[in-house]
């Protein structure tokens, strides 16, 4: 999640030992790739920095799985960490993504990069989307 340079709290899930009580398969010994903002405080460049490193670290991760490995990423998650993932993916920073707070986005491995192969889907819902969102829109286009 991204919560801007405005907030002065950047919530923090509960430990995984307490998760393990309501999620009994979770792996409570599990080490975050990225630490989250400590001070609450992030710049957009801050999060696209923070999600593209997980995506590198996530990636390297399957790929050290071999041949059999995963070759599709399904994302499904909220708009300002979802559009940081597909600029990762898509190696662009400054890519024109817009995110339904409630979205789909699908990728497909080429070679050593990604196509995204479903954008924003939301026929799922049944509103469809909900409030797309851009970080153009919300804070004015921001340089990175």
Known sequence: ???????????????????????????????PMVALPQDGSE???????RVR???????????GAGPQGPRT???VGHAASV???VRALLADPMAPVESGTCCVFEFKRE??????????????LSEQDVRSWTFEAEYGVIAI
């Open 1 to 31: 999640e991204w919560y801007g340079t405005e907030r002065t709290f950047y919530p923090h899930p509960a430990d995984l030992v307490s998760l393990s009580g309501f999620f009994p398969r979770i792996n409570t010994s599990y080490v």
């Open 43 to 49: 710049t957009e460049a801050q999060c696209h920095d």
């Open 73 to 75: 990423i399904l994302l």
């Open 111 to 124: 070679g050593r990069g990604w196509r995204m192969v479903r954008e924003n889907a939301s026929s799922f």
């Open 83 to 85: 559009i940081s993932v």
């Open 53 to 63: 490193i997980t995506m590198e670290r996530i990636i390297s991760s399957c790929d």
